[in-house]
Structure formats: structure tokens, C-alpha cells
């Protein structure tokens, strides 16, 4: 399971990274980035998430219903 940490970093901005937790505990950590406005936590949390689906597998082919 992945989920999406935010936290304040030593110069008092806010880190955002994608954590992975297996049984209970985390055993991956990818650090996406750091901001100090609301605009650039945003788009971390964006690129965060981006980074959780891409591992993702859809459940339907919408590709093909587009065309």
C-alpha cells in the first residue's frame, strides 16, 4: 500500500514523499520534493500521486470505448 507524506523539514518548509507499507511498516520511501508555498505543495502532492498510479493497473480499458 502506498500513501503520501507531508511533513516540515529542518528549514521549515514542507517535504512530501510517497511511502510504501508492507505488514504494518514502511519499507519504501521516494522523497518527491519540498516547497514553501501552497502552490508548490500542491503540485508536489500532484506529482506524488502521479507516482502512485502509475503503478496501478486499470480496471477497465477506457482506450478502446474512445475510439
Not at 40 to 55: N, P, R, S, W
Amino acid at each position: 500500500m502506498a500513501f503520501i507524506r507531508k511533513f516540515k523539514t529542518g528549514s521549515d518548509a514542507t517535504g512530501v514523499q510517497v511511502c510504501y507499507k508492507e505488514q504494518g511498516r514502511v519499507v519504501k520511501t521516494v522523497h518527491v520534493g519540498s516547497a514553501r508555498t501552497d502552490a508548490g505543495i500542491e503540485k508536489l502532492v500532484k506529482k506524488a500521486q502521479a507516482i502512485i498510479d502509475k503503478d496501478k493497473t486499470p480496471l477497465f480499458n477506457l482506450d478502446k470505448f474512445n475510439k
